[in-house]
C-alpha cells in the first residue's frame, strides 16, 4: 500500500478526480470520488511510462514516494490519503524517471473527518463554534453527548460542499454539568448508536471555586470545560 502524509495547508476548494495527460502517459484515482478522505485507501493507476522503469510520484510538487512500471508503462498501486486540513483542491502527478517528458496528473479534493471547537476550554453552558468537515455520509449532522447522566442529541444542519462541512454555535453541556469525563460523538443520526460511521471526541469538565463576596467564608462554583481529544473515527 502507498501512502502520502503530507501536510497540507487549509484552503477551500471542490473539484473530482479527474485524469489528465502529457504525450502519452495519464494518471488516474479510481475511484472517482468528489471528495476523498485522509485515511481512506483507493487505487492509483497510470499507463505510457517507461516499460520497468521507475516512477516518481508527487502532491502538489512534493514528492510522496517512488514504484515501478510494469514490463507494459503501467502501473496500478493502493493510495492512502494522508493528512489533508480543512478543504482543499490538490494535484497528484506521476512522473517517469527515465524519460521526465512522460508525466501525468490528476486532481482531488480531500479534507480530514474531524470537528473542530472554539474555544476548546472555558466555562460550560455557553455556546461554542463547531466546525465539521468530512461529513459526507448523510444529508444532515448531529451531536451526541454522553456522561454524567447526560444523553442529549443535537441536530448541527445539513453538511454542504462536496466534502461536507458544516457551521454552527451549540452548547455541549449545561452549566451545572457534573465533573468529569463525558464523550461528544457527531455522526450522520438522529438517535445515537455505535454501529455506523461516527466521530467521537472525548472532553473534561472541571469546577472552580472563587469567594462569592469580599470579607465572606461562602464560595460559589463553575463549571469550565477543557481539552477536546479525539478519541474514535
Excluded at 24 to 35: F, L, R
Aim: hydrophobic residues 40%.
Amino acid at each position: 500500500m502507498r501512502r502520502f502524509a503530507t501536510a497540507f495547508m487549509v484552503a477551500t476548494g471542490g473539484m473530482a478526480a479527474a485524469a489528465a495527460t502529457s504525450q502519452a502517459s495519464t494518471v488516474s484515482i479510481t475511484p472517482v470520488k468528489p471528495c476523498y478522505i485522509t485515511g481512506e485507501t483507493d487505487t492509483l493507476s497510470g499507463t505510457g511510462y517507461t516499460p520497468n522503469g521507475a516512477i516518481g510520484i508527487a502532491v502538489d510538487g512534493a514528492a510522496v514516494f517512488d514504484l515501478v512500471a510494469d514490463a507494459a508503462g503501467n502501473f496500478t498501486t493502493s493510495l492512502q490519503f494522508g493528512a489533508m486540513k480543512a478543504v482543499k483542491t490538490h494535484t497528484m502527478t506521476a512522473t517517469d524517471k527515465t524519460n521526465p517528458a512522460l508525466t501525468g496528473s490528476v486532481s482531488f479534493t480531500g479534507t480530514i473527518h474531524q470537528v473542530i471547537v472554539k474555544p476548546a476550554n472555558g466555562p460550560a453552558g455557553k455556546k461554542r463554534k463547531l466546525r465539521g468537515y468530512g461529513f459526507i455520509n448523510g444529508p444532515k449532522a448531529y451531536m451526541h453527548v454522553r456522561g454524567h447522566g447526560v444523553r442529549s442529541n443535537v441536530s448541527l444542519g445539513k453538511p454542504q460542499g462536496v466534502c461536507g462541512v458544516f457551521e454552527t454555535r451549540k452548547r455541549i453541556v449545561s452549566s451545572n454539568a457534573a465533573p468529569g469525563k463525558y464523550k461528544v460523538q457527531f455522526d450522520a443520526r438522529k438517535k445515537y448508536s455505535k454501529k455506523q460511521p461516527r466521530l467521537v471526541y472525548e472532553l473534561r469538565v472541571f469546577r472552580t471555586f472563587h469567594s462569592a463576596a469580599a470579607g465572606t467564608a461562602a464560595f460559589a462554583g463553575a463549571a469550565m470545560l477543557q481539552g477536546w481529544t479525539k478519541v474514535a473515527g
